[in-house]
Each structure stands twice: as C-alpha cells, then as structure tokens.
C-alpha cells in the first residue's frame, strides 16, 4: 500500500466514494454490536459515527459486558463481528479486492490486538471466528438495515439494533 514512496491511507487503498467509505464503516460498527448481542452476553448503547470527508473518521459501539465465564469468548466474536460485516458487504457488493480485503485487515488492527491480548490459543480465536461469520450471516439482512440507518443519521441505539435484528432473524 504505498504508492510514490509515500504509504497509502486506509482510504486511498479503499478508493470508495464518501457514500461508499461512510456505509463501509457503519457496516463494521454494526458488525460488531449485532455479533455481540446474538450472542446474549451484552448489551448495546449505541454505534456512532462521524466521517468528515478528507479528515477524520470517528466510529465506535458503546457496549457492556453480561460478566461471566464466557465472556472471553463472546468478546472475541464481537471483535471479529466488524471485519467478518465489512468483507460480506464488499463481496455482495462487487466492490471486494484483495488490496481492499488488506486494507480492511488493516484498519482492523485495534480488533486483532484486543483478540491477542484475550485469547488464550490460536483454537479459540477460530471457534470465535467460525461463531462470529455463523451469527453475522445469520442477521445479515438486519445488519445490512442497521448500518444503512447508522450511516444516514450517524447514531443508532441498541434497541433499534436489536429490533431490525429480531425483524430478519
């Protein structure tokens, strides 16, 4: 990813147009909160987003944790749930590369850190992988709509998540 010398941004590896760049982002936020919450152990607040074209990008999910034992596991599918939503929607999409799959990878690299720093082994980060694809396809249809609306109006609550989930399941 460099091009001239100089390394590529994330967003210039991407070559997405604004509508497409701030959808693709909505899709990963979303990704992650529906992966979450389909696994019954958290809660949502809200995603938010907020892309100023040719500046910065802000996007996040407030999330809590239900604490227990499986809560290791279920943060891992969450952490896997962004990426997973994004490669799905460029591959429906026609818009999937391999130099724009990498640039997703990388753009994901805060995800894969926090997966380094809760897996225990490499058979978990899989389990949770395998788990994750398994939950985000199976409410791809309310993803697809979850993140449409976060992406329209940059906030979109847990419940609003929740009940488009619900609504496609």
């Known amino acids: 990813m460099s091009e001239g010398g100089r390394q590529q941004t994330i967003s210039e590896t991407l070559r997405f147009t604004d509508h497409q760049y701030r959808l693709y982002t909505a899709i990963h936020e979303i990704g ?12 949502v607040d809200a995603c938010e987003l907020t892309i100023t074209p040719g500046a910065a990008t802000d996007a996040y999910t407030d999330i809590s944790w239900v604490p227990d034992h499986t809560a290791q596991h279920t943060q891992l599918i969450f952490l896997h749930g962004g990426l997973l939503a994004q490669e799905q929607w460029m591959r429906e999409t026609r818009l999937w590369t391999p130099e724009r799959s990498l640039a997703a990878r990388s753009g994901a690299r805060h995800d894969f850190a926090a997966m ?3 897996a225990t082994d490499e058979s978990s980060v899989r389990k949770a992988c395998d788990e994750s694809r398994k939950l985000m396809l199976r409410y791809w249809r309310g993803i697809r709509e979850a993140a449409q609306l976060l992406c329209d109006t940059g906030r979109i609550t847990g419940q609003e998540i929740c009940d488009l989930l619900n609504r496609y399941a």
Not at 33 to 43: H, K, R
């Open 116 to 118: 380094e720093q809760l």
């Open 32 to 43: 992650h909160a529906a992966t979450g919450l389909a696994t019954g152990n958290c809660s």
